[in-house]
Nanobody
Framework: QVQFVESGGGLVQPGGSLRLSCVAS????????MNWYRQASGKERELVGV????????YLADSVKGRFTISRDNAKNTVYLQMNILKPEDTAMYYC?????????WGQGTQVTVSS
């Protein structure tokens, strides 16, 4: 079955950096665009970024553009989210996701907390 294992979250000071990883299994990774979402406490889940199957095309939300980058390694079935110049408002649970037909698949998430 489809599975994601996110990692790399933690506590970081404002201005710091983190690199999130999401290892996928149970589906043909290289033929799916991959998504990163986040959900802050008490807020709706929001799309952070999208990467195409070959990694050549990416989309990043305005709130993170210029600070975050998304990449993937199809040989490792892994998608990454490099987060720089982190702000307290980036504090959230971060999830990777695919949409396959009518179904949405999610990982368990990794918590990012930005605080001094």
């Amino acid at each position: 079955q489809v599975q994601f294992v996110e990692s790399g979250g933690g506590l970081v000071q404002p201005g710091g950096s983190l690199r999130l990883s999401c290892v996928a299994s149970g589906f043909p990774f290289s033929v799916y665009g991959m998504n990163w979402y986040r959900q802050a406490s008490g807020k709706e889940r929001e799309l952070v970024g999208v990467i195409s199957t070959d990694g050549e095309t990416t989309y990043l939300a305005d709130s993170v553009k210029g600070r975050f980058t998304i990449s993937r390694d199809n040989a490792k079935n892994t998608v990454y989210l490099q987060m720089n110049i982190l702000k307290p408002e980036d504090t959230a649970m971060y999830y990777c996701n695919i949409v396959a037909g009518p179904d949405n698949f999610w990982g368990q998430g990794t918590q990012v907390t930005v605080s001094s």
